[in-house]
């Protein structure tokens, strides 16, 4: 129900449930046990699950299936607590920390017929060599580091995720390698943070052992670059305040690595800036931008946008505006300020009114989507690597795939392209698509 760590998370609870001899289907009516990974990033995440919940209950009583919930949202004391009392017919809940023990908590449900809680609050340790069932067999998801240590003041991943900590060079370095042997064309490196990737062992002199020459998050893209069969490399999230000048000059250097960077902004005015405990201003921000256009060629940058964080101006709001005109966005998640229990921007008082906030990501939506229109103009014309992907999902006689800029491209072509770079001629654009030939 999350993001792609979330996602991550849940690859490797399907590795495990596959072990113990279970299949996947996505008919609850079909299922013996239904399992739901969790997040709590916004209010509509949590809503979702609530949603599902109710539908389920019917199933239960009259199958007796096993519920299962895991991920961030079990990480929130109000939450368990209000699931235990309005839900009682759910079976096993289980957290961030906990999740490489979920064959346990089954077993222990099924074998004893009991309600199972397995929460912690410390950060768990980095567990390696969970099983994992990929959703797909071209690209993959490679976890490098957990937790977060930023405390954004909006944000409850710090809550729920823990610490920082950072896998082991040799883990990830070995789990790529595996990956490039069985066929996968396209890694993404994951973390809360991604580029500040061993900072917190190197300061507290947690002993990380150095491999093929990875020390830091720029080492670890020059040495998955260097890895044969792996064509792309991608990475979310950095933060801007820890862009060193390594990591774009190794983004400038390593071919595989895409020049589609994703920068997340939050706000473009400098005093929401630092009410959110971003650590940068918006002139360091646009600062940053220039310094890696000017490094890295062919750059495109997405990013991250909240409106109507408490105490947001009309006039401080233009200046998120004002960022976006600037800098011409290849994407924008832009998202409306959602409380999180427990985070310092819940306890401000002057919280923006619902209505304001709608207007706000109205304007920005409407500015948004008016540069892609623009910016898709320039791709016709113009020849794209595309990594094939499959069929597309609204016409099974067309393929698609992405760009290196991460732009949907749909085309005809044959079956045997999947999984291959094709060189393609942009035709035509469709604002969340493009069209190609060969
Ligand atoms: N309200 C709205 N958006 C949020 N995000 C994180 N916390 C909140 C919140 N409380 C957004 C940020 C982050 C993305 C993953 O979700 O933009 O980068
Ligand atoms: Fe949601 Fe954050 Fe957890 Fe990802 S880490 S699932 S965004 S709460």
């Given at each position: ?5 979330n ?13 113990m ?5 996505e ?56 699931i ?59 976890t ?19 610490r920082?900590?950072s ?64 064509q792309r ?40 800036l630092?009410e ?14 220039e ?57 401000m008082?002057?919280?923006i ?6 207007q ?25 690597k595309?990594?094939?992907e499959g069929?597309?999902k609204?016409?099974?006689?067309m ?26 001629k ?13």
């Open positions: 129900m999350g993001c792609q760590l996602e991550n998370d849940s690859e490797k609870l399907c590795g495990m449930l596959e072990k001899g279970y299949d996947k289907t008919d609850t009516k079909q299922a013996d046990i239904v399992l739901f990974n969790t997040c709590c990033v916004r209010e509509n995440a949590e809503d979702k699950l609530f949603g599902k919940l109710g539908e389920l209950k019917k199933i239960k009583e009259e199958k007796g299936i096993i519920i299962a919930i895991g991920g961030c949202m079990m990480q929130e004391k109000h939450i368990t607590d209000k235990k009392e309005s839900y009682p017919f759910v079976d096993i809940l289980f957290g961030t920390h906990t999740l490489h023990r979920f064959p346990e908590d089954l077993y222990q449900a099924l074998q004893e017929k009991r309600k199972q809680e397995d929460i912690i609050d410390i950060d768990g340790e980095i567990h390696e060599g969970l099983p994992i069932k990929r959703e797909s067999s071209i690209k993959a998801s490679v490098i580091m957990n937790g977060c240590n930023n405390f954004c003041s909006y944000c409850i991943v710090p809550y729920v995720r823990g920082e900590r896998r082991k060079p040799r883990a990830i370095i070995e789990e790529v390698k595996e990956l490039a042997k069985q066929g996968y064309q396209e890694i993404t490196l994951l973390g809360q943070n991604v580029n500040s990737y061993l900072r917190v062992e190197k300061e507290k002199q947690i002993p990380f052992e150095e491999y093929e020459g990875v020390n830091s998050f720029a080492t670890l893209l020059r040495a998955i670059n260097k890895i044969e069969g792996i490399i991608r990475f979310v999230s950095p933060h801007p305040k820890d862009f060193t000048d390594d990591v774009i000059q190794a983004i400038a250097d390593c071919e595989k690595v895409c020049k589609l960077i994703h920068l997340p902004l939050q706000s473009g005015n400098t005093k929401v630092k959110m405990n971003r650590k940068y201003t918006k002139e360091q921000y646009l600062n940053l931008v310094k890696m256009k000017n490094k890295i060629p062919n750059l495109t940058l997405s990013t991250d946008i909240i409106v109507g964080f408490p105490g947001e101006t009309e006039e401080e709001f233009k200046d998120t505006l004002d960022v976006v005109e600037k800098v011409k966005f290849e994407q924008v998640y832009m998202f409306i300020y959602s409380r999180r229990i427990g985070t310092p921007g819940d306890k008082e002057n919280q009114p619902e209505e304001i906030k709608h706000r990501f109205n304007r920005l939506k409407a500015l948004v989507e008016s540069q892609i229109e623009e910016n898709n103009q320039k791709y016709i014309g113009t020849t794209q595309v990594l094939v069929e597309s609204n016409n099974s006689k393929l698609t795939g992405r760009t290196d800029s991460n732009k949907v491209v749909i085309f005809e072509g044959p079956k045997e392209w999947i999984g291959t770079m094709q060189d393609l942009i035709v035509s654009e469709h604002m969340w698509y493009l069209k190609g030939e060969k």
